[in-house]
């Protein structure tokens, strides 16, 4: 069946450092990936996304790069802060629905 | 900056009650979603819709939990009798039917069963 996983439940990294999570998907049919940061109590943040016809797209400080071939999503946070301490998720869409498949999530902690 | 509004944000009720939740989406976004997250997993959809249409309920217990949105702008999720295994947290995003689709959620209703 349709899966979105992580590979990491929980990612400690130092401030200052450079972050990556990762996320595997099994449907092949997707064509939209988003990344969602969600802070404790809070609801998911929309953070990037890209569509299957990218291999890469680049925001603030973040960068997602999709590897179709071996179905593998990863957000790059450049110079972790502390505010970027949260629990990121990923979420695929299939081609013609509107619905998001969301994984399990990844916790990232930064250590000032 | 337009958000999705919930409330309330707690909720404690009894098992066997009944226990109703209100979204009002960013406006203009014609597409409105119900989510339920459990503790430590990601969301996961109850229900959609299209203005005041259901295009996807698959995963809504139809016999304790039911949502509306009357007139395709705000909605309710409601669920009687609550159990135990309701408790999590209750999200409701919205998008644009133009696209590029990506949902916007709101702070979400945290529902606690005793």
């Known amino acids: 069946g349709e899966s979105v996983g992580l590979h990491l439940p929980t990612l400690s990294v130092q401030e200052g450092d450079n972050s990556i999570i990762n996320c595997a998907y099994s449907n092949s049919a997707s064509d939209y990936f988003i990344w969602y940061k969600q802070e404790s109590g809070k609801g998911p943040q929309f953070i990037i996304d890209i569509r299957s016809n990218m291999d890469k797209r680049q925001g603030q400080r973040v960068t997602v790069l999709l590897n179709k071939t071996v179905k593998h999503l990863s957000l790059q946070i450049a110079a972790t802060q502390p505010g970027d301490s949260a629990v990121y998720f990923c979420?695929?869409?299939?081609?013609?629905?509107?619905?998001?498949?969301f994984g399990t999530g990844t916790r990232l902690l930064v250590s000032p | 900056e337009a958000e999705v509004a919930q409330s309330p944000r707690y909720k404690i009720t009894e098992k066997s009650q009944a226990v109703a939740f209100w979204c009002d989406p960013i406006s203009g976004h014609a597409t409105l979603y119900w989510y339920r997250q459990i503790l430590g997993q990601g969301p996961e959809l109850l229900v959609q819709?299209?203005?005041?249409?259901?295009?996807?309920d698959s995963q809504l217990p139809k016999d304790r939990f039911s949502a509306e949105r009357l007139k395709g702008v705000d909605s309710t999720l409601k669920i009687q009798p609550a159990e135990l295994g309701d408790s999590a947290m209750y999200l409701c995003?919205?998008?644009?039917?133009?696209?590029?689709?990506?949902?916007?959620f709101g702070p979400g209703t945290r529902l606690t069963v005793t």
């Open positions: 979420a695929e869409r299939r081609t013609g629905f509107q619905k998001l498949v």
């Open positions: 819709f299209q203005d005041e249409s259901v295009v996807d």
């Open positions: 995003a919205s998008s644009s039917s133009l696209g590029p689709y990506e949902q916007y």
